[in-house]
């Protein structure tokens, strides 16, 4: 049988890795140069973990691996904005300036470049440490010489100062066990699940499941305040009839957390999923039992509530995400909402449809807040949650 596997090109890598490059500022080598300077401090920094951490950091590792293919992203990105290939030096990795060879190796793979096996390591050895701190000097010098100008209109000097940080790279990646083509792959699919060329969009969860304990697919839902005595509270009608239980924030200070239900609204139209609706509607799907037990029940809901509390907070402190455009919600949270949901099915959801989700509810939140209640209007169909006053 044919092994039909192809090794992936640095060429190949290059160019994907360029397609969602997302700043406007493509002339400018101050974003990629921080970058870089950054994610070099992110891989000292998972060795010191691994060592303060020893027993407890088990993760070390696989974020060597991911912290590489940030390193080669924004190398690659830094490369073209000075109009060097990541292929031509890799090429001249080598090389010295007399035998230099120009316009790259567009067949160059990854794989090449390192030995054909290499031993995993979960530890930190001293010359990997060594080799960090080095690759920590070499771009530190590359900073330097564009802060002095050295580097100015000059790509022979550019390109003098990006071959070591990549020789460092490499003798970094082979000390710790790991191909550069691993990372780069792990570095393509993390892009692309937050920023794709192409959305689409998953079936529902329940696409599978009885008519009857399907989430519906299109819902209004009317969300009120009223006083009651002296205090105000929140009431959800759905059909004419009050669902689930009347809310307050919950809170020492007024925050406005109890329209929160519409949250888990906005997971119902965008993402298909939302345990604590199921359970306020009453549609768990009881005739899968396991499902039922697991995606269904009391864990998931309070996995959810969890996720869209710890989402609040984080949007206390970003005026609840007023002006955000999808792509701009920081990395990092929805980074944490993967780890928050890992094992229920709502992990499958690629991170850009999590932060239309956080959009689509917080813009309707925000609506809420303001004007005391409105009329929700789900549409699972077009992954989209719509708000209007209360008629």
Request: include cysteine; charge should be negative.
């Amino acid at each position: 049988m044919d092994d039909d596997f192809a090794p992936l090109t640095i060429a190949a890598y290059a160019a994907q890795a360029l397609s969602t490059d997302q700043r406007s500022d493509a002339g400018s080598v101050v974003f990629p140069m921080l970058g870089l300077f950054g994610e070099t401090g992110s891989l000292l920094s998972e060795v010191k973990k691994k060592q303060r951490d020893r027993a407890s950091y088990l993760s070390y590792a696989d974020t060597v691996v991911e912290e590489l293919g940030d390193v080669l992203w924004y190398m690659t990105v830094l490369a073209s904005r000075v109009n060097i290939g990541l292929d031509e030096l890799f090429a001249n990795v080598e090389r010295g300036f007399g035998d230099w060879k120009q316009g790259g190796a567009p067949s160059l793979s990854f794989d090449a470049l390192q030995p054909a096996i290499m031993a995993r390591t979960t530890e930190p050895s001293p010359a990997f440490e060594n080799t960090l701190l080095s690759l920590a000097g070499q771009v530190g010098l590359l900073v330097n010489d564009q802060q002095t100008g050295q580097l100015s209109d000059n790509r022979a000097a550019f390109a003098g100062r990006l071959v070591p940080i990549l020789r460092s790279i490499l003798q970094a990646a082979n000390e710790a066990g790991v191909t550069l083509e691993a990372a780069a792959i792990k570095n393509l699919a993390k892009i692309f699940d937050r920023w794709p060329h192409d959305r689409r969009y998953p079936e529902p969860f329940d696409a599978a499941a009885p008519a009857d304990e399907q989430l519906p697919r299109t819902l209004t839902m009317d969300i009120f305040e009223r006083k009651v005595g002296s205090k105000d509270y929140v009431f959800q009608r759905c059909n004419g009839i009050n669902i689930g239980d009347r809310l307050t924030d919950n809170a020492l200070y007024e925050d406005h957390y109890r329209f929160h239900d519409v949250f888990h609204l906005a997971h119902v139209a965008v993402l298909g999923w939302s345990p604590v609706i199921r359970s306020l509607l009453r549609l768990k799907r009881k005739s899968d039992p396991a499902i039922d037990e697991a995606e269904d029940g009391a864990r998931a809901t309070l996995i959810e509530e969890g996720i869209t509390t710890w989402i609040f907070g984080q949007a206390k402190r970003l005026d609840f995400f007023d002006g955000m455009k999808p792509g701009q919600l920081p990395f990092d949270l929805l980074k944490h909402i993967r780890q928050f949901i890992a094992g229920y099915e709502a992990e499958s959801c690629p991170l850009w449809l999590w932060e239309e989700a956080i959009l689509e509810g917080y813009a309707a939140f925000r609506f809420l807040r303001k004007h005391g209640g409105g009329r929700v209007h789900v549409d699972m169909l077009n992954h989209r949650l719509r708000i209007e006053a209360l008629p």
